[in-house]
């Protein structure tokens, strides 16, 4: 990567960042939890004793700290149970002197951005500009305006990077903070141009939050336990965004493991339906297809050995998308309603269109972090010597969930999923976290702060790599082939692919 794409790169995964920790610190800062932590900077502070005095509840504030820590503000120290005690770092002691600035974060969490003008415009005036931490100040900015960076560059990139289409940024303030982050410049005249387009290339990863934006907004609510059910998210514009990282980086490893099954001389004996569970916007399914018709033998036989493409998900807005985009490319398909952590249930109603177990082979992208969270019967447990992730999770109720709960969870998925893969078996794309550690020392070159806040918050279940190949391997199911993406060099991957099958 040249020297500019780092520096954009690092900018927009700052922007990222910023939005999870601006909505982590408005409800901290409105339970009087940061004032506390400004006070006591200098000692250890224990969970348990901050959730009592603050009427908070300790599963969202356990996974609030978590998003403080991963911005290296505190440490934490995790002491085995559901409960743990951190310290205020120097880096967080900077911080939190301009805590008063996230103060109504939620504001600039809008779709509009002349009001974000407004709410941004009311923190400057209100500004402490007395400290001498000018480092810490232009960062906490930057959490500021995040929001709407993101609105003006998704515009942007909408408009095919056309500065003069995007009608609603043309504020002053907003050319002045474009112009400062180095993605515009401003001639004598007033006439404003983008001088570097390779801020182009990461200006689509901007509307990752932005479906996130009703969640974060959410956050504070929370913590104060004032909102209990589980968030929502704008799930058409994610499941957009997913479709685009398909096409990015999985595609080709994906395709790689897919169509040797289909570049076989049996061709009868190959899958005759590919079920897609968790579809999103059915993308997947259509590339499958695509590839097949195209580089396999299956695909010179369609007309003898037809493939039936179906998409099983469990959100309307789904549904309705998925079912859109087949029918648009004129594909033999068919959407049913399904949950990735009911596999005998789907098989069912497959069973109601005559679709057998032996015909299917079975595909997901990034969805088993979406299985619904059921707690394990101790007395089930798979195993008691897991290690501690030191991360934190909640379920359905708020609750925290330990690593241990967590990793049985996994382990009985992937066990309810055997019976049915296991002749053709199952190719399987999921995300996964870094470690707090390895987050850390990350920091703001990936946006994995970003990632985890909006998966821990929306009780979606990220684990790195190794935590998700040990619950495979505890269950007894086969790899049959892997590959990881990797989205730093040196770091942990943040995707596998794996056909994975019933021994
Ligand atoms: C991150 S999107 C991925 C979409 C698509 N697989 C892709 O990668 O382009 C997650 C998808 O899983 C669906 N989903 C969420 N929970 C699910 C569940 N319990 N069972 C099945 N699908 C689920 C969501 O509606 C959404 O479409």
Not at 100 to 112: A, D, F, H, V
Not at 341 to 357: C, F, G, M, Q, R
Request: charged share 20%; net charge negative; proline share 5%.
């Amino acid at each position: 990567m040249d020297k500019t794409m780092q520096i954009v790169n690092h900018r927009v995964f700052a922007h990222l960042n910023g939005l999870a920790i601006g909505s982590v610190a408005q409800g901290l800062l409105e339970t009087g939890v940061l004032d506390r932590l400004f006070k006591d900077h200098q000692k250890k502070i224990y969970l348990d004793g901050l959730v009592a005095n603050h009427c908070i509840t300790l599963g969202y504030t356990r996974l609030a700290m978590e998003t403080l820590c991963l911005a290296g503000l505190l440490d934490i120290q995790d002491e085995g149970g559901v409960s743990f005690s951190m310290q205020v770092t120097p880096r967080g002691k900077a911080w939190l002197n301009h805590r008063r600035l996230y103060r109504q974060y939620n504001e600039l969490l809008t779709t509009s951005l002349e009001s974000n003008a407004q709410a941004y415009m009311c923190r400057i005036s209100d500004d402490d500009k007395s400290t001498p931490d000018d480092n810490t100040l232009t960062l906490v900015h930057m959490h500021l305006y995040a929001p709407s960076i993101c609105l003006i560059m998704l515009r942007l990139v909408e408009q095919g990077g056309q500065l003069d289409m995007v009608k609603d940024w043309n504020s002053l303030i907003w050319q002045d903070i474009l112009r400062r982050e180095g993605w515009v410049s401003i001639s004598n005249s007033g006439k404003v141009s983008i001088p570097n387009k390779v801020g182009l290339l990461f200006a689509p990863l901007y509307a990752y939050p932005i479906s996130y934006f009703p969640l974060l907004r959410q956050i504070p609510d929370l913590l104060t336990g004032e909102k209990t059910n589980t968030p929502t998210i704008d799930r058409e514009l994610d499941i957009n965004f997913s479709g685009k990282v398909f096409r990015g980086p999985c595609r080709d490893l994906f395709l790689n493991q897919l169509l040797p099954l289909f570049n076989t001389e049996d061709v009868a004996g190959q899958p005759n339906v590919i079920v897609d569970t968790g579809c999103g916007d059915a993308t997947v399914l259509i590339e499958a297809y695509q590839a097949i018709r195209k580089e396999t033998i299956r695909g010179q036989h369609l007309h003898d050995y037809p493939l039936l493409l179906v998409g099983v998900e469990y959100e309307i807005a789904a549904i309705n998308v998925a079912k859109q985009k087949l029918q648009q490319e004129g594909l033999r398909h068919l959407v049913i309603f399904g949950d990735i952590s009911k596999p005998a249930d789907i098989h069912e109603t497959l069973n109601k269109y005559n679709i057998h177990v032996w015909d299917i082979l079975h595909i997901s992208k990034s969805v088993v972090h979406n299985r619904v969270f059921t707690h394990p019967n101790p007395e089930n447990a798979y195993s008691n010597n897991i290690p501690n992730l030191n991360m934190s999770y909640v379920d359905v109720d708020g609750q925290s969930v330990s690593s241990h709960s967590l990793f049985n969870n996994l382990v009985s998925f992937f066990r309810l999923w055997s019976p049915w893969i296991s002749h053709h078996g199952m190719i399987v794309i999921e995300s996964h976290c870094w470690s707090p550690m390895v987050s850390q020392i990350a920091n703001d070159s990936y946006p994995m702060n970003l990632v985890k806040t909006t998966h821990n918050f929306s009780t979606q279940y990220l684990v790195p790599a190794e935590f998700y190949e040990g619950a495979i391997a505890l269950s007894g199911l086969v790899t049959i082939k892997t590959n990881s993406i990797f989205a730093a060099p040196g770091l942990p991957p943040t995707m596998t692919i794996k056909h994975l099958k019933n021994r």
